[in-house]
């Protein structure tokens, strides 16, 4: 991939549909031609912010939602289909995310039905990996069977969905460790992870002929260009950084 992704999670931010207005119309002014821009808002911003990012002819921001459910309809109360993101324009979706892993009670056998579900109703799929400090701790090996094994569960049975695509799954690499704590993996050793899940994917029994990796754990302004050097980082998952707007202006200013 030539150019870079940068995917901005603002997780449950901002407050009220005026600041996601306020935010997202900085975000309209960045035109980068190396950059591709995807922002996951809260979803009940999400149709207000697409309806007037067409309507004022914003052709490069893409919008994804933070989560979905597997099933298209039904008496799943609280959910949110694939089938209902589709229909409102949103193109991309971000799966597995470690918060909702940890705090929701996430398990990889529910996030491999939701990247089938997505992938079948044409989303790109953002899927999260990434190991916690425990498993880092026991090292380079220890923290890539635990992504190996995250992958191979999350992906299972994925080649009867007959649309898995290099363009259509991107792994973000997020250490649990790394997310919101201002700690960042060392640029070298993630490296290694997206290296390390390209060659997985590539392998037999996804037969991808690309691979595209994203880093995400505390990246901001100061950082940012220390992991998109290297060409095997596909781009960037920003969390706490893409909800403040100098943060967000400094970060473009950055990668002009
Ligand atoms: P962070 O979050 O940038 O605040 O660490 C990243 C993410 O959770 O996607």
Known sequence: MAKKLIVANWKMNPASLKEAEKLIAVYKKIKLKNIELVVAPPDVFLE???????????GRLRLASQDIFYKNK???????????????????????????RR?????????????????KTGLKVILCVGENLTIRK?????????????????LKDIT???????NSLFVAYEPVWAIGTGKNDIPEDAVEMAIFI???????????????????????????????????????????ASVDIKEVKKIFKQLK
């Open 48 to 58: 207000h912010l697409s309806a007037s990012a067409a309507a004022k002819g914003y």
């Open 74 to 100: 039904g008496a799943y109360t609280g959910e949110i289909s694939p089938k209902m993101l589709k229909s409102l324009g949103i193109g991309y979706v971000i799966i597995g995310h470690s918060e909702r």
């Open 103 to 119: 705090f929701l009670g996430e398990t990889d056998a529910i996030v491999n039905k939701k990247v089938l579900a997505a992938l």
């Open 138 to 154: 026991k090292g380079k090996k220890a923290a890539e069977n635990f992504v190996k094994t995250q992958l191979q569960r999350d």
């Open 160 to 166: 009867k969905s007959q649309k898995l695509t290099a």
């Open 198 to 240: 390209k060659n997985f994917l590539k392998a037999k029994s996804y037969k991808l002929k690309a691979a595209y990796v994203l880093y995400g754990g505390s990246v901001n302004s100061k950082n940012i260009k220390n992991f998109l050097k290297y060409k095997d980082i596909d781009g960037a998952l920003v969390g706490g």
